[in-house]
């Protein structure tokens, strides 16, 4: 138990003190596991079944197919899409913002990918329609928490190959609470447009709306062919990632002729980096997990969580796994791969549903990713706004406040998230 728990404390440290996630994963597990004298048996064979699961071969495809869209020009037409249907609100273009990542999110399935892919689009046109460049980049590192929810999704297939939970089930778990999120964060920005007289961009056009529409359409059908390919069993999630990379090259290639060859080869490069990363974190993670059952570590919090519920409420006993999940979503990023082994044995004790938490654990992934002390996401669209991480994250407050109260709710109505799976299964 002390090896494990110094590998842990250690690997807290490291992250908190700036070492690299890959650097710090690897060092904790290292000397936590020479502690406990377990070293030279248990990382390689960990490592090897930690990344050998079929369904990770889908994450570096789905990876692949978001870079070629965005790289392709495919965010640029959508954006334009949102901005016919709702610029000419008030505060049009923080709603702009919020309605391209909902259409993102079903391409990159990821936060970060997502501010990339929008941030360097509607942030400066924030700051120049003269929205403060703090307020811009807390609106885009909030919307792009829905990214995460909308398959496909990379915390998703992280989680599916931690637990063996149906990709394909958690891929429609996340639609629903994904889509109601995104509406969410677009009331939120309403009530703000009315209270400080955000400026109107353009008049309601429904010439335009078909125009852009017509425009966007095709860059549209790839979520929707996948989510819809999977959900009737036309492919399995892993053939979709593939169909999802032939679709986009092709889209974004061959129709409209906005991807080289050039381009083509560094996005090839950008995945293999971003996908091999996560890979290797995967593997360490595998063996920090074992390392941890080995130390006892799951009995111990099921123990805890047992103690600290004062009745038999599932809802608590998920609150508190859930809090757990936000606390540690602060400081490690990715977290699904380093946490759920350590709590899996938990989840099964307690028989909580696996596809529900799946959705609560990307929730988690949205908090951490806009909290200090690490926050990624306020960090990226910080830098693109030209302001630090603190001026966003105050900025950040009411949407933050949504997300919270947004991820009680689907840990007491668990129904947004397995109503749809349950149904499709029907």
């Known amino acids: 138990m002390f090896g494990a728990l110094f590998g842990i404390g250690l690997l807290v440290v490291m992250l908190i003190g700036g070492v690299p996630m890959v650097a710090a994963l690897l060092g904790s597990v290292a000397i936590g596991l020479v502690i ?39 965010s640029v037409r959508l954006f334009d899409f949102a901005h016919s249907l709702v610029g000419w609100l008030k505060g049009g273009l923080a709603q702009v913002d919020v309605l391209t990542s909902i259409f993102l999110g079903g391409m990159f399935g990821s936060s970060t990918a997502d501010i990339a892919g929008t941030g360097s689009i509607t942030i400066p046109a924030m700051k120049r329609a003269g929205y403060s460049p703090a307020f811009s980049a807390a609106t885009c590192a909030s919307s792009s928490g829905v990214g995460p929810l909308i398959p496909p999704s990379s915390p998703m297939i992280l989680y599916s190959a931690v637990t063996g939970t149906s990709l394909g ?18 009331g939120v920005v309403f009530i703000l447009a009315r209270r400080r007289n955000f400026p109107r961009h353009g008049d309601l056009s429904f010439a335009e709306i078909a125009l852009t529409f017509r425009r966007g359409l095709l860059a549209m ?38 991807l080289s060859w050039a381009e083509f080869y560094r996005s090839c490069i950008s995945a293999v980096q971003l996908s091999g990363e996560l890979l290797v974190m995967v593997g360490l993670s595998g063996t920090l997990g074992v390392a941890l059952a080995n130390a006892g570590v799951p ?28 606390v540690a979503g602060m400081v490690l990023d990715p977290l699904i791969p380093v946490l759920v082994p350590a709590i899996l044995p938990t989840l099964l004790a307690f028989n909580i549903d696996l596809i529900q938490f799946g959705v609560l654990m990307v929730m988690a992934v949205v908090i951490g990713q806009l909290h200090p002390p690490i926050g990624i996401a306020s960090i990226i669209a910080g830098r693109i706004a030209g302001v630090d991480q603190i001026q ?24 947004l998230s397995t109503w749809l799976p349950n149904y499709m299964k029907d």
């Open 36 to 74: 406990a004298g377990q070293w030279a048996l248990v990382v390689p064979q960990a490592m090897v079944n930690g990344i050998s699961d079929y369904t990770l071969i889908s994450l570096p495809l789905f990876v692949l197919a978001g870079v070629l869209m965005n790289v392709g020009g495919l």
């Open 299 to 326: 009995q111990a919090l099921a123990t805890f969580v047992e103690a600290v519920t004062f009745s038999d409420s599932m809802f608590l006993r998920i609150a508190i796994l859930v809090l757990l999940a936000v």
């Open 221 to 258: 059908g790839m979520p929707a062919i996948i989510v819809g390919g999977t959900s009737v069993g036309v492919f399995t999630p892993t053939e979709g990632s593939a169909f999802g990379v032939v679709y986009a090259a092709a889209l974004a290639g061959f129709i409209y002729r906005s």
């Open 169 to 186: 089930a958690l891929f429609l778990a996340g639609l629903i609470p994904g889509i109601i999120l995104g509406l969410l964060f677009m």
């Open 392 to 415: 966003v994250f105050r900025a950040n407050i009411p949407f933050f406040v949504t997300i919270v109260v947004f991820t009680i709710v689907l840990i007491a109505v668990p129904e």
